[in-house]
């Protein structure tokens, strides 16, 4: 993880030199690189040996909610691309202002012409006895959630593994929350009475403390730890009340400070922290210093909107436009997902100031707003956070509320004219300086501007400024920002999933996989869905997509299915079903005829149709008589034809090599290898295939999904055709020489459209939309990517080729078909 | 246990979370029991108002069931069709004792009627 300096003597550039690879450090750089890219010579050092990462997402990490490379800021690519030199891992160790040089601990000098110091804060680890036994952490980088994470397996193997975290502060609930997903009893320890105290009052403490412990959290407030005991690592807490609390793992979350020594030691002015003018110039003119280490006007910050300010000061100030930074009102929420905590400004009350609260107790609702002389000092929400922003908004324009009184605790959207006020209101309402993006700090002009220069979708704003790039909680925000900027443009934009949600069907999938969600709940929780339950669009989606995602480990949710793939059949207008069994590749036998032929007598059925897909479709059978039919079927062999379902359905053949005197290779051969591949897996759409023998194309093989027309010297393969309301004749991907090739190339391009398609979006508008290109770049030309959709098709496979007829006609899901009860009115129930 | 207002049908756990059981009534519509996500329990005729469909057999979600034929979706507490279409499906008192699930015997008669 080091990238050499890149000494070079050409370079006459000023060599900025950076102490500092974290938030801070690299948010500075990049605010010079935005002004003038050409003006400084770069080198970064890094005591972590990692790229620049979002520290504040650490909890997620830990939490399970993001990996590791979802949290990164800027890649190895970002240094190349601007000639960073990077050296990580290797921390700084000494400034010598007279000789402009910094040594690092490997003992290398780098000359400067001018510094910045970003060092950030230390963890405050608690002087008590035991604070340095093995298993003693703190939860400030990717190290320490590294070993949470080991000891929370290290306890799952011993069946359950305990930690102790001291201090009840935004860090501390926050890790124990993590601990706590991880499967480890936790035990936080805060010295005082309520927790959070310097965001929350004792209302929203106390409320917060009984959700936590709802969700089997040990809260113990005035808990004072005497000491960790333990003989060769930690074995428990002590506090000073003698209470002994086993541990495997202490968290040591109390509070940080910043990290001055280094300044300290190279005779900068330091007070709390290495004090800084407006322009974050230190008492050296070439030394500057930015972020949680720094003490401006008296203040210090430890959290990471007043980075995001300090960085365009300083950076307006080395490019020769001063602005001047002018300290910064802080706001907090709380990242324990399905506790919503907000807290800004200043709430410790006072003579002058008035409060107004409101309490809803049924749902766990509290809300105060603390006003002086008119204007908003200060806000608490607990339980429904959405005002948050506008809030802090009027916080920081500091706006006379005096004519919003009477109302300004009911909300933005009351206040600005009845409770179903138009939600973009809201939003249009609020300040270019309003933060749209904590995690970012990006304010909404930024996000208006980005929008302006060609943004103009949720991906395009998350990778050109960053809002909502994080943890997506003001995804909603920046969608009506866009609609509100863009008008009626956005609308040609991604559709959303349903009305449940504001997220498109690419946004779901995406999150699905990078948040790694395992059921439909999960999702709707984590992706702010507007209903309870969804509905009958969105649910079977959901469905599909996890289904699509964990291959064999997700739960098949039945009643988020429509009904023909709850019950394996098709609903006809009477209520009655049809039954399709397959005939693979269309040819059938004597017994198959047979025994369809029984099923016919035996249960009645009115009709027999023979289908488009080359096979039989029996009609009128009753829900109850399903699993004896299947019962009859399978016993000659066959299985589910899956003429009811998002899957595949037919491959259609004609009779190729075999018999047709025009036939140029086995097409039925090869139609039935492709259907005893692919049968049984759920797609996004109904997936129909068909072989033809030769150009002549009986199977019809260019209206299908994936259709094959073989040829003297191989096989075409056409992808995207569709007999249906909008005809469309398939684009031709590419021709193969072999059967086998042929094959693989069906597998993967099944497995892109599994993939990427939208739930109930066929092959042809799927294709319209992505382009031939691009399935052809992803197909064709990229051999290792094909081989790796197929693998994961194959893989996705041998979970789903089970005959779910079986299942059912050995009594599996039996509730589906019977009923509950009888009633005959003369008699009783039966 | 039936008296002579209410009818025994069985175990509320019959009946599957955001899912629905039935009951065939000689001589009539079958009646629909459906269990919210929530908890609750409603009784329907067995019958879309729109064009028949077997509303047991839809998805349900919230407090209100997505008929399987054309999607009307209808409110499980009146039986009347949401959104734009209009229409009404007769519903049956329901009441749970003791996790049984008891259904008003006379409403049972008329509705499937």
């Given at each position: 993880?080091?990238?050499?300096?890149?000494?070079?003597?050409s370079?006459t550039?000023?060599h900025?030199?950076v102490?500092?690879n974290g938030?801070?450090g690299?948010?500075?750089?990049?605010e010079l690189?935005?002004?003038?890219?050409s003006r400084?010579?770069?080198?970064?050092f890094g005591?972590?040996?990692?790229?620049n990462?979002?520290r504040?997402m650490?909890s997620?990490?830990?939490?399970?909610e993001?990996?590791?490379?979802d949290i990164?800021?800027?890649?190895?690519d970002?240094?190349?691309?601007?000639a960073?030199?990077?050296?990580?891992g290797d921390?700084?160790?000494?400034i010598?202002r007279?000789?402009r040089t910094?040594?690092?601990?490997s003992?290398?000098?780098e000359?400067?012409d001018?510094l910045?110091i970003?060092t950030?804060?230390d963890?405050?680890i608690?002087?008590?006895p035991?604070?340095d036994?093995?298993?003693?952490i703190?939860?400030r980088?990717?190290d320490?959630?590294?070993?949470?994470l080991?000891?929370?397996d290290a306890?799952?193997k011993k069946g359950g593994?305990?930690?102790?975290v001291?201090?009840?502060?935004?860090l501390?609930?926050e890790a124990?929350?993590g601990l706590s997903?991880?499967?480890?009893?936790v035990t936080v320890l805060?010295?005082?009475p309520?927790?959070?105290?310097?965001?929350?009052d004792e209302?929203?403490?106390?409320?917060?403390?009984?959700?936590l412990?709802?969700r089997?959290?040990?809260?113990?407030?005035?808990?004072?730890t005497a000491e960790?005991?333990g003989?060769?690592?930690?074995?428990?807490?002590?506090?000073k009340d003698?209470t002994?609390i086993?541990?495997?793992?202490?968290?040591?979350?109390?509070g940080i400070?910043p990290s001055?020594?280094?300044?300290r030691d190279a005779g900068?002015?330091v007070g709390?922290g290495i004090?800084v003018?407006?322009h974050?110039v230190?008492?050296d003119p070439?030394?500057?210093?930015?972020g949680?280490c720094?003490e401006?006007?008296?203040?210090v910050?430890?959290l990471?909107a007043?980075?995001w300010d300090?960085?365009r000061s300083l950076a307006?100030?080395l490019v020769?436009k001063?602005?001047?930074y002018?300290g910064?009102?802080t706001?907090?929420?709380?990242?324990?997902s399905?506790?919503?905590?907000f807290?800004?400004g200043d709430?410790?009350g006072g003579?002058?100031?008035?409060?107004i609260v409101?309490r809803?107790?049924?749902?766990?609702v509290y809300?105060?707003v603390?006003?002086?002389?008119d204007?908003v000092?200060?806000?608490?929400l607990y339980?429904d956070?959405a005002?948050g922003n506008?809030?802090f908004?009027?916080l920081k324009?500091?706006?006379d509320?005096s004519?919003?009184?009477?109302?300004l605790?009911?909300?933005?959207?009351?206040?600005?004219?009845?409770?179903?006020?138009?939600?973009?209101?809201?939003?249009?309402?609020?300040s270019?300086?309003a933060e749209?993006c904590?995690c970012n700090g990006?304010?909404?002009?930024?996000?208006?501007?980005?929008?302006?220069?060609?943004?103009?979708?949720l991906?395009?704003v998350r990778?050109?400024?960053k809002?909502?790039a994080?943890?997506?909680s003001?995804?909603?925000?920046?969608?009506?920002?866009?609609?509100l900027?863009?008008g009626d443009e956005?609308?040609?934009g991604p559709?959303?999933?349903?009305?449940c949600?504001?997220?498109g069907h690419d946004?779901v999938?995406?999150e699905i996989i990078?948040?790694g969600?395992r059921?439909?709940?999960?999702?709707?929780?984590?992706?702010?869905w507007?209903?309870?339950d969804?509905?009958?669009s969105?649910?079977?989606?959901l469905?599909?997509?996890?289904?699509?995602a964990?291959p064999g480990?997700?739960?098949?949710?039945q009643q988020?299915?429509?009904?023909?793939?709850r019950?394996?059949?098709?609903i006809?207008?009477?209520?009655?079903y049809?039954?399709?069994?397959?005939?693979?590749?269309?040819?059938t036998s004597?017994?198959?005829?047979?025994?369809i032929?029984d099923?016919?007598?035996?249960?009645?059925a009115?009709?027999?149709k023979?289908?488009g897909g080359?096979?039989l479709?029996i009609?009128?059978?009753?829900?109850?008589?399903?699993?004896?039919?299947?019962a009859?079927l399978?016993?000659?062999g066959?299985?589910?034809?899956?003429?009811?379902?998002k899957?595949l359905r037919?491959v259609k053949?004609?009779?190729?090599s075999?018999w047709c005197?025009?036939g140029?290779?086995?097409?039925t051969?090869?139609?039935?290898?492709?259907e005893?591949?692919?049968w049984?897996?759920?797609?996004?759409?109904?997936f129909?295939?068909?072989?033809s023998g030769c150009?002549r194309?009986?199977a019809e093989?260019?209206?299908?999904?994936f259709?094959i027309v073989c040829?003297d010297?191989?096989?075409?393969?056409?992808?995207?055709?569709?007999?249906?309301?909008?005809?469309?004749?398939?684009?031709l991907l590419?021709?193969v020489?072999?059967?086998q090739?042929a094959?693989d190339?069906c597998?993967?391009?099944?497995?892109?459209?599994r993939?990427?398609?939208?739930y109930?979006e066929r092959?042809?508008?799927?294709?319209e939309?992505v382009?031939?290109?691009y399935?052809?770049?992803?197909?064709?030309?990229?051999?290792?990517g094909?081989?790796?959709?197929?693998?994961?098709f194959?893989v996705s496979q041998?979970f789903?080729?089970g005959?779910?007829?079986?299942q059912?006609a050995?009594g599996?899901?039996?509730?589906?078909?019977a009923?509950?009860?009888?009633?005959?009115?003369?008699?009783?129930l039966? | 246990?039936?008296?002579?207002?209410w009818l025994d049908?069985g175990w509320?756990?019959?009946i599957?979370?955001r899912?629905?059981?039935?009951?065939?009534?000689e001589?009539?519509d079958?009646i629909a029991?459906?269990r919210?996500a929530?908890?609750?329990?409603?009784?329907?005729r067995?019958?879309?108002?729109?064009?028949h469909g077997r509303l047991?057999?839809?998805?349900?979600h919230g407090?209100?069931?997505?008929c399987?034929?054309?999607?009307w979706?209808?409110?499980?507490?009146?039986?009347?069709?949401?959104g734009?279409?209009?229409g009404c499906?007769p519903t049956?008192p329901?009441?749970?004792d003791g996790g049984?699930?008891?259904l008003?015997?006379a409403?049972?008669?008329?509705?499937?009627a």
């Amino acid at each position: 993880m080091e990238h050499r300096p890149i000494t070079a003597e050409s370079d006459t550039r000023e060599h900025l030199v950076v102490i500092g690879n974290g938030m801070a450090g690299c948010r500075a750089v990049e605010e010079l690189l935005a002004r003038d890219p050409s003006r400084f010579r770069i080198t970064i050092f890094g005591a972590e040996p990692r790229v620049n990462y979002n520290r504040i997402m650490l909890s997620p990490v830990l939490a399970g909610e993001k990996e590791f490379g979802d949290i990164i800021i800027n890649d190895a690519d970002w240094y190349a691309s601007n000639a960073i030199a990077l050296v990580a891992g290797d921390p700084v160790v000494a400034i010598d202002r007279a000789a402009r040089t910094v040594t690092t601990r490997s003992g290398l000098v780098e000359r400067y012409d001018r510094l910045l110091i970003a060092t950030g804060s230390d963890p405050f680890i608690i002087p008590v006895p035991g604070k340095d036994l093995p298993g003693v952490i703190a939860f400030r980088d990717m190290d320490d959630v590294n070993a949470m994470l080991a000891a929370a397996d290290a306890g799952k193997k011993k069946g359950g593994g305990a930690a102790v975290v001291i201090g009840g502060g935004l860090l501390g609930l926050e890790a124990a929350h993590g601990l706590s997903l991880r499967g480890m009893k936790v035990t936080v320890l805060h010295l005082m009475p309520t927790l959070m105290e310097r965001q929350l009052d004792e209302a929203a403490g106390w409320l917060l403390k009984q959700a936590l412990e709802a969700r089997g959290q040990t809260i113990l407030t005035g808990a004072d730890t005497a000491e960790i005991v333990g003989e060769m690592k930690v074995e428990g807490v002590k506090l000073k009340d003698g209470t002994l609390i086993p541990a495997d793992l202490v968290v040591m979350a109390v509070g940080i400070r910043p990290s001055t020594q280094l300044a300290r030691d190279a005779g900068l002015a330091v007070g709390r922290g290495i004090q800084v003018d407006d322009h974050m110039v230190t008492s050296d003119p070439a030394v500057l210093a930015v972020g949680e280490c720094v003490e401006h006007d008296g203040q210090v910050y430890g959290l990471v909107a007043p980075l995001w300010d300090m960085c365009r000061s300083l950076a307006d100030g080395l490019v020769d436009k001063p602005t001047g930074y002018r300290g910064s009102v802080t706001s907090t929420k709380l990242k324990v997902s399905g506790i919503d905590v907000f807290s800004a400004g200043d709430f410790s009350g006072g003579d002058e100031c008035e409060d107004i609260v409101l309490r809803d107790a049924s749902r766990g609702v509290y809300k105060r707003v603390v006003l002086r002389d008119d204007r908003v000092v200060g806000a608490v929400l607990y339980g429904d956070t959405a005002d948050g922003n506008w809030y802090f908004d009027l916080l920081k324009t500091q706006e006379d509320v005096s004519a919003l009184r009477d109302i300004l605790i009911f909300g933005q959207a009351f206040a600005s004219g009845g409770g179903r006020a138009d939600p973009k209101a809201a939003v249009a309402a609020l300040s270019d300086d309003a933060e749209i993006c904590g995690c970012n700090g990006v304010t909404k002009g930024q996000v208006v501007s980005s929008i302006a220069k060609g943004a103009h979708s949720l991906d395009a704003v998350r990778s050109s400024c960053k809002a909502s790039a994080s943890c997506g909680s003001c995804t909603g925000l920046v969608e009506t920002l866009l609609a509100l900027t863009l008008g009626d443009e956005v609308r040609s934009g991604p559709k959303t999933l349903c009305k449940c949600t504001s997220f498109g069907h690419d946004d779901v999938r995406r999150e699905i996989i990078a948040q790694g969600m395992r059921s439909i709940p999960e999702v709707m929780q984590k992706l702010h869905w507007a209903t309870p339950d969804g509905c009958s669009s969105c649910r079977p989606a959901l469905n599909y997509y996890l289904l699509c995602a964990l291959p064999g480990e997700y739960q098949d949710d039945q009643q988020s299915r429509f009904v023909n793939e709850r019950l394996h059949a098709n609903i006809q207008k009477d209520g009655t079903y049809s039954v399709v069994p397959r005939m693979w590749g269309g040819i059938t036998s004597p017994a198959e005829l047979r025994a369809i032929a029984d099923v016919v007598e035996k249960f009645n059925a009115p009709m027999v149709k023979v289908t488009g897909g080359q096979r039989l479709d029996i009609f009128g059978i009753k829900k109850e008589d399903l699993p004896a039919v299947w019962a009859d079927l399978n016993a000659a062999g066959m299985v589910s034809g899956h003429a009811y379902g998002k899957a595949l359905r037919t491959v259609k053949t004609c009779v190729g090599s075999e018999w047709c005197r025009f036939g140029t290779q086995d097409s039925t051969g090869l139609g039935v290898k492709i259907e005893r591949m692919s049968w049984g897996s759920w797609m996004p759409h109904k997936f129909k295939i068909a072989v033809s023998g030769c150009p002549r194309n009986c199977a019809e093989a260019t209206i299908k999904d994936f259709g094959i027309v073989c040829v003297d010297s191989g096989y075409e393969l056409h992808v995207g055709g569709n007999g249906g309301i909008h005809v469309r004749a398939t684009d031709l991907l590419c021709k193969v020489g072999s059967e086998q090739e042929a094959m693989d190339y069906c597998a993967a391009f099944i497995q892109l459209y599994r993939e990427e398609a939208g739930y109930l979006e066929r092959t042809a508008p799927w294709i319209e939309r992505v382009g031939l290109d691009y399935v052809k770049a992803r197909i064709v030309e990229d051999d290792a990517g094909r081989e790796a959709l197929r693998a994961r098709f194959l893989v996705s496979q041998s979970f789903s080729q089970g005959d779910p007829w079986a299942q059912r006609a050995e009594g599996a899901e039996a509730e589906h078909h019977a009923p509950m009860a009888r009633f005959t009115p003369q008699e009783e129930l039966a | 246990m039936s008296t002579a207002e209410w009818l025994d049908i069985g175990w509320v756990d019959q009946i599957p979370v955001r899912g629905s059981r039935t009951v065939q009534v000689e001589g009539g519509d079958d009646i629909a029991l459906f269990r919210t996500a929530e908890g609750k329990i409603f009784a329907l005729r067995d019958r879309c108002p729109h064009k028949h469909g077997r509303l047991s057999q839809g998805i349900v979600h919230g407090g209100a069931v997505a008929c399987p034929l054309h999607n009307w979706r209808i409110s499980l507490a009146t039986g009347e069709a949401l959104g734009d279409d209009r229409g009404c499906t007769p519903t049956v008192p329901v009441k749970i004792d003791g996790g049984r699930v008891l259904l008003c015997r006379a409403s049972t008669l008329m509705a499937a009627a």
